[in-house]
């Protein structure tokens, strides 16, 4: 996983607001986009981006530089999707996964949009968070660790069952078009 | 590219991020801080009105007086004003067998 250079990390932890501008420019797309398919809802994942970036700078200070921010950052995000989940049991994904999700794409059938939806809208977001990190944006076992506190056996197990079931998906559903 | 490569692929499609987020954040740190120094602000304050309170209680009870000094200085200004006579009258009439 890629980290912002430590001068830009230092300038934000001291107070910098360019520092904290440019931080946020690094992140906030992989945050975006977890937090986007964690809750399958554009308002929520912009006020849970928000929320993110705001308990971030306020623990800026506290945080502990030799380690590494992004999963830092990453913890923070999640922590704030699963107690958003929690407070108020609405992401529920079949119902929360609307247009928005798919819009300005160029590659995939519609057929594609509904599976991954439909899988999506099986999965918790646990479970959601693990397959973005790993399959799409490759953090390493151990990050993901830092991030949810499961252990990198335990997450390494879960994805493999949770890509097995997928898998047998596509098998089950051979309706589903080839796009490209 | 089979259909399981299509399912990631089409799993990291998100769309683009709002605009105007950074601003808010920005807005809510900045309300934040203002918020944080405040509170430091008050706390500071009444920091120093308790230690300068607590200063002053300590001088006055550094300027009371030891009761060992106030007796002194009582038998003092009792022979100074001359109330300390009948006291003494009754000694020496006392030594003296009258």
Same mark, same amino acid.
């Given at each position: 996983?890629?980290?912002?250079?430590?001068?830009?990390?230092?300038?934000?932890?001291?107070?910098?607001?360019? !520092?904290?501008?440019?931080?946020?420019?690094?992140?906030?797309?992989?945050?975006?986009?977890?937090?986007?398919?964690? @809750?399958?809802?554009?308002?929520?994942? @912009?006020?849970?981006?928000?929320?993110?970036?705001?308990?971030?700078?306020?623990?800026?200070?506290?945080?502990?530089?030799? *380690?590494?921010?992004? @999963?830092?950052?990453?913890?923070?995000?999640?922590? !704030?999707?699963?107690?958003?989940?929690?407070?108020?049991?609405?992401?529920?994904?079949?119902?929360?996964?609307?247009?928005?999700?798919?819009?300005?794409?160029?590659?995939?059938?519609?057929?594609?949009?509904?599976?991954?939806?439909?899988?999506?809208?099986?999965?918790?977001?646990?479970?959601?968070?693990?397959?973005?990190?790993?399959?799409?944006?490759?953090? *390493?076992?151990?990050?993901?660790?830092?991030?949810?506190?499961?252990?990198?056996?335990?997450?390494? @197990?879960?994805?493999?069952?949770?890509?097995? *079931?997928?898998?047998?998906?596509?098998?089950?559903?051979?309706?589903?078009?080839?796009?490209? | 590219?089979?259909?399981? %490569?299509?399912?990631?692929?089409?799993?990291?499609?998100?769309? #683009?991020?709002? $605009?105007?987020?950074? #601003?808010?954040?920005?807005?809510?740190?900045?309300?934040?801080? $203002?918020?944080?120094? $405040?509170?430091?602000?008050?706390?500071?304050?009444?920091?120093?009105?308790?230690?300068?309170?607590?200063?002053? %209680?300590?001088?006055? +009870? %550094?300027?009371?007086? +030891?009761?060992?000094?106030?007796?002194?200085?009582?038998?003092? $200004? %009792?022979?100074?004003?001359?109330?300390?006579?009948?006291?003494?009258?009754?000694?020496?009439?006392?030594?003296?067998?009258?």
């Amino acid at each position: 996983m890629e980290e912002i250079d430590d001068i830009t990390k230092l300038r934000a932890v001291k107070g910098d607001k360019n !520092a904290f501008k440019a931080l946020y420019d690094f992140y906030s797309p992989f945050v975006w986009r977890v937090v986007m398919r964690m @809750t399958g809802d554009r308002n929520m994942a @912009t006020e849970l981006l928000q929320e993110t970036f705001v308990n971030v700078h306020k623990s800026l200070r506290k945080f502990n530089a030799e *380690s590494a921010l992004s @999963t830092w950052i990453y913890r923070i995000a999640y922590n !704030a999707v699963l107690a958003s989940t929690n407070r108020r049991n609405r992401f529920r994904s079949h119902l929360a996964y609307n247009d928005d999700v798919y819009m300005g794409r160029e590659t995939d059938s519609y057929e594609m949009k509904d599976m991954v939806e439909k899988v999506l809208s099986t999965l918790s977001v646990e479970d959601k968070f693990l397959l973005v990190a790993r399959e799409v944006d490759g953090l *390493s076992y151990e990050e993901i660790e830092s991030v949810t506190g499961s252990s990198a056996g335990t997450l390494r @197990t879960r994805l493999h069952r949770l890509k097995e *079931s997928i898998r047998k998906r596509f098998e089950d559903e051979p309706e589903i078009k080839e796009a490209v | 590219m089979n259909r399981e %490569d299509l399912f990631y692929e089409e799993l990291s499609q998100v769309p #683009e991020m709002p $605009s105007g987020v950074y #601003e808010k954040v920005a807005r809510r740190a900045a309300l934040h801080t $203002s918020v944080r120094n $405040s509170l430091l602000a008050l706390a500071a304050s009444l920091i120093m009105a308790l230690g300068f309170f607590g200063l002053i %209680d300590k001088r006055t +009870q %550094d300027v009371a007086l +030891q009761p060992e000094v106030a007796d002194e200085l009582q038998i003092i $200004s %009792d022979y100074l004003n001359g109330d300390d006579l009948e006291q003494e009258f009754e000694n020496y009439a006392f030594i003296g067998g009258f």
